[in-house]
């Protein structure tokens, strides 16, 4: 009895951390703040050896102008070597990529970890002929997201 209630407990838990929406996105809760979520993805992207073309606060930007946003950071990164070969299917992937992540705070104080799913993002631009590529980003997107949003 133990074991299954310990297992809804965790089918429930994945429900309710990972969310993905029609449009695409991955939503995955963090257990951290936005800063020091975005801190894990980024020390985890530059272990991966990707490059980091820019960490954007979108909050900071708000302020700057007088305005309040809920902490809101972006992370712009990617390879070559798996970027080139999808823009050579379809140069206009080049609108999505690099890859981004957005973390970011809720009116309910969640922090999220969010990123277009790689095979989305393929289908938009008919690329079908590349199915190790989608496989290889949507294994290492989830896996940042696991490294970077829990302990």
């Known amino acids: 009895m133990h074991r299954i209630a310990v297992s809804l407990f965790a089918l429930f838990f994945l429900f309710v951390a990972n969310v993905e929406a029609g449009n695409g996105l991955v939503n995955v809760r963090s257990q951290f703040g936005v800063q020091k979520t975005m801190d894990r993805l980024e020390k985890t992207v530059k272990t991966a050896g990707m490059h980091i073309f820019a960490r954007i606060d979108h909050a900071k930007g708000a302020a700057k102008i007088g305005k309040t946003l809920r902490p809101t950071q972006l992370l712009i990164f990617g390879s070559p070597k798996a970027g080139t070969p999808l823009m050579k299917s379809d140069q206009r992937v080049g609108l999505d ?15 999220w970890f969010s990123y277009t799913r790689p095979g989305y993002m393929l289908n938009r631009f008919g690329i079908s002929n590349r199915p190790k590529v989608k496989e290889k980003m949507a294994g290492i997107l989830a896996k940042f997201a696991r490294v970077a949003t829990r302990p």
Not at 99 to 104: A, D, F, P, Q, S
């Open 97 to 111: 990529l690099p890859l981004k992540v957005l973390v970011w705070k809720d009116a309910e104080g969640h922090v």
